[in-house]
Every structure is written in C-alpha cells, then in structure tokens.
C-alpha cells in the first residue's frame, strides 16, 4: 500500500519541541480522554513528539512533512505539529488531532413531504460509512454535517448542503462521488448530489488560504467553536474561564505560535458550543493558525458511546480584537474569567457532537477581517 499523502503546510509549522508536559493539578480546559482501543486508529501510525534526547546528546526534530533531523534541544514551551499522511498530532497519545481531509459538499433537495435537514444528514452519514468500509487511519468518514445551517429554525427547507470529511484515497473519493449523483435518501422523499470535491492536503489549499483568510487577519487574536463536552463536564460559573499554560486547549493553541492569553467562553449555560478564545503575541501567530486550520477538522480519539472509535468536528474559526471575537460569541464584553474548578472539567469520553455553526463556504469555517 502506498504511503499517506502528506498535508502541505506552511513552513513555519516545523517549529522543534518536545512533547508537552501534562500537571497532576490541571484542572480547567483539559480535554480528558481515553487512548482508544485497539481497533482504533494505529497510535503507532502516528508519531509520537519527541520527549529523550537522541545518542547524539540532540532533539532529533520531525518537520511538518515527517523528515527527521537534528536540532538543539528546543524549549518546552514551544510546541509543533507532527503530520503522518493526512494526520496531524502534537500532543499525547489522548491529544485531539487535526486532519486535513478530502471535504465533499453535497446538495440536498427535499423531493416529497416534510425533511428535516438532521434526518438526510443522518442517512448521508450512514450510507457513507457503508462505502467507505472505514479502516483507520487510512480510510475513515471524519465527519458529515449540514452548512449555514441555522440556529434556530422550524420550518422545512426545500434545499439545503452538506459536507462530509473523509480520510480515503483521492480516487477512490473521485469513483465514489460518480455514484452520488442523484441518490435518493429518506425513503425516496430527499435528492443528494455530490457536488465538488477539496483536498485539504494540497498545496494549492494553503496558498489559497494564504492569499484569502489569512491576508484579512489584523489581529493578535483568534477564537475557535468546540463541543462542550470536549471541554467541560459542567459549565462554571459566569462566561468566561481563564486556562492555565498546563491545560489541554491552551497548548494546543500554543502550537500556532506563542501565547500569551486562553481562556474558554460561552453565552449561556445551555450552550453546547464553546470558544477557544486565544491572544497571540504576534499577528503573524494568528495568521499561522488560520493557515492551518482552514477547512480542516479536529478528531477526538476517545470513544463513543456509540462503540466508534473517535469523533470529528469541523474547525470553525473567526479572527479579530478580543472585544469582536466575545460579541460575536454572545459574552459581554467585561465579563470576568470564571475561577478554575475540578468540576468543571470533562472526563471520561467526549458525548455526541452538537450540529456545527453557521459559517462560510469552506466546510463551515469562518474568517472575520478585523472590525471597528
């Protein structure tokens, strides 16, 4: 079997590290989850960061493209994705990965009756993992969801799309598609047609996004949705809660470039989407996260109620001032971080994922140029 295709990347991800100490004490923002099973995807596939020096007394440093080289043993407060194939890993063994997949949107028209968007989605999902016939790493359905879809909406809508992520072979993606071109789902009463296909993977996506999203950040801050659960078990107090440099989410962002604030926010407490809100030292951070998130998505490595081994989200982003990015989350402006507590942090395996926010084109990502 030919090796995975590896993503391309801007070049300042090659940043060396080691991998990121974890504190007995951490408390808020740790995503805690399981290391999966056995039939999940194969931990030894994806490279662990390096954590002993090599015989030569040096780092041996792997770039964002897997070469491994030497490098003077870096500090611990920087940190790298490591890319193998498609999958990108920075962390331990329980760290939430990124993936660059192939993002396919689909069309959906409602053809007789009342469909609610939820029920094509799930039918979408289901006759793809069929196809598909997952095989992790190599050949997995990240994720399926609608786009634009709205917050809150009752009425039936006659047309609406989706997107799914797959891990696959661009071939066979490209066979697949041919076969989904006017399917009937729902018992006949739903028409889907897959429309076009992205890699996420190839270099033309991060020059796109290069020229595009990242051109409009002026910022040193960005935010990113999460599922609660990924997050918390409950909601603290208030809307806002600072992370400390020990937690999961705050060195996850310290990936992109060095960090000087993080915290968790959210509207209300019935919220099932939180926001990574992060300030950057530098503009340039910010642009190299929104470089390498672009349409991509996040998967959890726990396991599912469900028995799946892992779950997908769509990276959903927005770039802007600190006082933009909390109205835009629905949190006022001068509300003070929620103090830390045990309680509030996730544990055990992440639930299901909430339906993703509305967003733009690229697989329900969003970028906001810098706002008065």
Not at 45 to 53: M, W
Not at 192 to 197: C, D, R
Not at 200 to 228: C, F, I, M, N, W
Not at 318 to 328: I, K, W
């Amino acid at each position: 079997q030919p090796p995975l295709k590896r993503p391309a990347v801007p070049d300042h991800t090659s940043i060396s590290s080691v991998a990121p100490q974890r504190s007995s004490a951490e408390v808020v923002g740790k995503a805690s989850m399981p290391t999966p099973a056995a039939d999940a995807p194969s931990q030894a596939s994806l490279p662990p960061c390096v954590d002993a020096p090599c015989a030569s007394g040096r780092v041996p440093a792997i770039s964002a493209f897997g070469e491994t080289r030497d490098a003077r043993p870096p500090s611990r407060h920087h940190l790298r994705l490591v890319w193998d194939g498609r999958w990108g890993k920075w962390g331990a063994a329980d760290s939430v990965l990124m993936c660059a997949p192939l993002v396919a949107h689909f069309d959906a028209t409602v053809l007789a009756g009342d469909v609610a968007a939820a029920e094509v989605v799930r039918e979408l999902r289901a006759s793809l993992a069929k196809e598909i016939d997952e095989d992790p790493p190599s050949r997995v359905l990240v994720s399926v969801h609608e786009v634009d879809a709205p917050e809150s909406s009752t009425a039936s809508r006659r047309n609406f799309s989706m997107k799914a992520a797959i891990i696959w072979k661009k071939n066979r993606c490209k066979k697949l598609a041919a076969t989904w071109q006017d399917r009937k789902l729902c018992g006949g009463r739903a028409s889907v047609k897959w429309v076009s296909t992205r890699d996420t993977a190839e270099g033309e996506h991060v020059e796109a996004v290069k020229a595009d999203d990242a051109s409009k950040v002026q910022s040193t801050s960005a935010s990113l949705q999460l599922p609660r659960s990924w997050a918390f078990r409950q909601l603290p107090s208030g809307n806002i809660a600072s992370l400390p440099p020990s937690s999961h989410w705050y060195q996850f962002a310290a990936v992109f470039g060095v960090v000087e604030s993080a915290a968790l926010m959210w509207a209300s407490h019935n919220d099932t989407i939180v926001r990574l809100l992060v300030r950057y030292r530098g503009v340039h951070d910010a642009k190299k996260l929104v470089e390498m998130v672009s349409c991509r998505y996040l998967w959890n490595p726990a396991t599912r109620p469900d028995g799946r081994h892992g779950e997908g989200f769509p990276i959903i982003f927005a770039a802007g001032s600190v006082e933009t990015l909390r109205r835009l989350a629905g949190v006022p402006v001068q509300a003070a971080p929620a103090a830390s507590s045990g309680g509030a942090v996730a544990a055990g395996a992440p639930g299901r994922l909430a339906p993703p926010g509305p967003g733009a084109a690229c697989g329900g990502q969003q970028v906001l140029a810098e706002l008065p």
